[in-house]
């Protein structure tokens, strides 16, 4: 496995490409080219040749071929780096572009009163520069350049600290070529502490692009991409904000404390010179069109928590229709329940008045009962007085058959 550029060997997975460091926070590609294949000897086919700008951006990353680029940097990305190096730094100043490109930012800071140069890798890139902007750009890596020790004010890198195989050893060397006072401005992708590469899978989260395995050797959090610069001795570190804030970190860097530059010491600077001042009405247009910018995304940021706030009403509304409407389902299943209940209650009536009618029969023959009984001893009285009549009819009978044939006195009689 491949260590950190801060010495560290004991990496964490992180993805199958990159590893990350505990120790500073970096992310380690395990899939870089070697440094033979990082040079470009042929540039036809070499991996950063004439094909990485002319094919490979355009055909496997999806952007913009250098012909394209050449024309919208200057518009974009050039302008903001140059209100920031004039925060710092006031033409004429001595500038080094690291991986300048196609040249235009080189271009566009002797527009406004620097010595300004740039390096690039490839021979190709370096006479596409030279024509297009008609701005000195030499064949690195800056290492072989032979430039004097002390002798440049600034050294800008845009989007090269994460290509670099060494980047301490680079840092290092430019740092020396730096006056005492000199300063690196840095564009480089912000690898930001806490990330997960499985939830930025899920997200689609703006930093996946910035996974390139064989390009992009290191991406360096804050924190150590200020350890970084601290470790070789330049430990003032200054965050701007990015162009591309959403996957990008911007600083400038120096041995000693930054000093800024007051609106007014820039304007005067620029207006000292014709060239500088067509470069301020290019930075005047720019700041309206950022202000206008920044209007849009608040505007748009309004919008969207309106529409955020209505599609939540819609939520809630939906769910209230939808509960009526399962209400509203079940009426007919609500019909067949009352119908079913009346039919109950109509037979719980009918049976009830059934029930009643017996108790009252019942209630009728109870009410009887004193009035049978009293005739039952009006027959038994009456019983025993025929026996009795009967009896004594019957005992005349036979007295009077005696008395007839002789059998009985007629005084018994």
């Given amino acids: 496995m491949k260590s950190c550029w801060c010495g560290n060997r004991d990496l964490v997975a992180f993805s199958h490409e990159y590893s990350m460091c505990p120790v500073c926070v970096t992310l ?161 992708p912000q690898f930001r502490e806490g990330m997960d590469y499985a939830a930025l899978v899920e997200t689609e989260g703006a930093f996946l692009e910035q996974f390139k395995a064989q390009e992009h050797l290191y991406l360096f959090s804050d924190r150590s991409a200020a350890r970084l610069f601290q470790q070789i001795g330049a430990e003032y570190v200054q965050f701007e904000p990015a162009i591309f804030g959403h996957y990008d970190m911007f600083f400038a860097v120096s041995r000693v404390p930054l000093v800024t530059i007051s609106d007014e010491a820039v304007e005067a600077a620029l207006t000292a010179t014709h060239h500088g001042r067509l470069t301020l009405a290019l930075l005047d247009i720019y700041a309206r069109e950022s202000a206008s910018l920044a209007r849009l995304q608040a505007d748009k940021a309004h919008l969207v928590a309106q529409i955020q706030a209505a599609e939540a009403d819609r939520a809630a509304r939906l769910e209230v229709i939808e509960a009526q409407g399962r209400q509203l389902g079940r009426v007919p299943q609500l019909e067949a329940e009352k119908e079913q209940l009346i039919a109950q209650l109509q037979a719980c009536e009918a049976d009830r008045a059934a029930r009643l009618e017996v108790i009252e029969a019942q209630d009728r023959q109870l009410g009887r009962v004193p009035q049978i009984e009293a005739e039952k001893e009006q027959l038994i009285a009456l019983m025993q007085t025929v026996e009795t009549d009967r009896a004594n009819l019957y005992a005349n009978w036979w007295v009077n058959i005696g008395i007839k044939f002789g059998l009985v006195s007629a005084k018994i009689q």
């Fill in 28 to 188: 380690v590609s395990q899939r870089s080219l070697t440094d033979d294949q990082l040079r470009v000897q042929d540039d036809s086919t070499d991996f950063y040749g004439m094909q990485y700008w002319m094919n490979h951006q355009k055909e496997d990353l999806g952007l913009p071929d250098i012909h394209t680029r050449a024309r919208s940097d200057l518009t974009e990305r050039n302008l903001h780096w140059l209100k920031a190096l004039l925060k710092y730094r006031l033409p004429p100043a001595k500038v080094l572009e690291l991986g300048c490109t196609h040249g235009s930012f080189v271009a566009l800071l002797r527009q406004a009163g620097y010595d300004a140069s740039g390096v690039e890798m490839s021979p190709w890139v370096v006479e596409f520069g030279q024509k297009t902007f008609g701005v000195p750009i030499a064949v690195g890596p800056v290492e072989t350049l032979g430039i004097p020790s002390g002798s440049l004010d600034v050294i800008a890198l845009m989007d090269v600290l994460e290509h670099l195989p060494d980047p301490a050893v680079t840092m290092a060397h430019c740092l020396q070529l730096l006056k005492p006072d000199g300063l690196l401005l840095i564009q480089t």
